[in-house]
C-alpha cells in the first residue's frame, strides 16, 4: 500500500525533473528518495518512472497514477487544515527560545519547513548566549519551547535533536592545513578567537582546554558566535565552533577535535505541552540540523 510520503516524492520527482533536484526540495538524501520510490513501485506492481540520464519520464503506468497522487496529497493537505483548525493551529504565536549557535545553525531549515505548513502561526525568537539563561527563561515562563543544550535536572518534557559536533577553525595557511583532526595540546600556546566570558561557547572552549592541560589565552573575544569563523580565518587565532555554523563557502581549514567534542542538544517544554508547541517540536526533530548537508560526508561513521 502507498504512503503519502511515497506519494510525495513521486509527484516531487516529477515537478522537479530530476532526483537531485527532488532530494534537496525534499531534505532528504537520494538514495532515500529513490529507496522509497522502489518501494512504491513494488506495492503497485511495476514501474513509475524511466531514469534517462539527464531527466526522469513517467511510465504508463506512473501517467496513470500521477493524478490519483496528487489528489491524494491534497485531501491529505485538506485534512490536516482542518484538524489544526480545530487544535488551534492556523493562527497564533509561539515564543521559542534558543541560544545564539544554534540559531544561526540548527534552526533555520526547521523554520523554513514551519512557515511552509503554518504559515499564520508567527514565531518570536529570544536568544540567550549560555544555556543556563536558556533554562532559566524556561522555567519563568517567559517561552513555549527552549532549543539548545541538554538542560540538567529539568523535570518537563524533553525531546533529543541529535549530537552537536565541535570542530576548530584555522586559516587556509596554517602549517596544520591539510590535516582532518589535531589534538588540542597542539594548540595550546596559540592566541585563540575566544567568547565574551559569559557565553555558553567560551564555557565549552574553556572546559575543552582544560581538559588538554592548559588555559586558552584569547586574542580577541567576540560576542557574536557568527564572527568567530570570520576571525579565525583572518588569522587571528584557532576558534572552537559548532560544526553546523560553519558557512559552506568557508575559506578557512577546518579540523575535527580529537578526541572530539561534542554536546547534546534537546527541545525542552514545562508540562505536556500544548498543540502549538508539539508541532513545532515534532518540526524540529524531523528538520533540525545539527550537522549541515555540506559537511555529512566528512562526518559520516564519526
Known sequence: MASLRQLEYLVTVVDEGSFTRAAQVLHVTQPALSHQLRALERAVGGPLLERLPRAVRLTPMGRAMLPHARAALADARRARCAARRTAGLEAGELTVATVYSVTLGVLPPALRDWRKSYPDVHIALSEFRHGDGLRAAMAAGEADVAVGPRPAGWKGLVRDLGVE???????????????????????????????????????????????????????????????????????????????????????????????????????????????????????????????????RGRFAGA
Do not use: K
Open 165 to 295: 559536533e565541535f570542530v576548530v577553525l584555522l586559516p587556509a595557511g596554517d602549517p596544520l592545513a591539510g590535516t582532518d583532526r589535531v589534538d588540542l595540546r597542539e594548540l595550546a600556546d596559540r592566541h585563540w578567537v575566544h567568547y565574551a566570558e559569559d557565553h555558553g561557547l567560551a564555557t565549552v572552549l574553556d572546559r575543552a582546554a582544560a581538559a588538554a592541560g592548559f588555559t586558552p589565552r584569547a586574542a580577541v573575544r567576540t560576542e557574536q558566535t557568527a564572527a568567530a569563523p570570520v576571525l579565525a580565518s583572518a588569522g587571528l587565532g584557532p576558534a572552537l565552533v559548532p560544526v553546523n555554523i560553519v558557512p559552506p563557502r568557508f575559506g578557512g581549514t577546518l579540523l575535527r577535535p580529537d578526541p572530539p567534542i561534542r554536546r547534546d542538544l534537546v527541545a525542552y517544554r514545562r508540562g505536556s505541552g500544548d498543540p502549538l508547541s508539539t508541532a513545532f517540536v515534532e518540526t524540529l526533530a524531523r528538520h533540525a540540523s545539527v550537522l549541515p548537508s555540506h559537511l
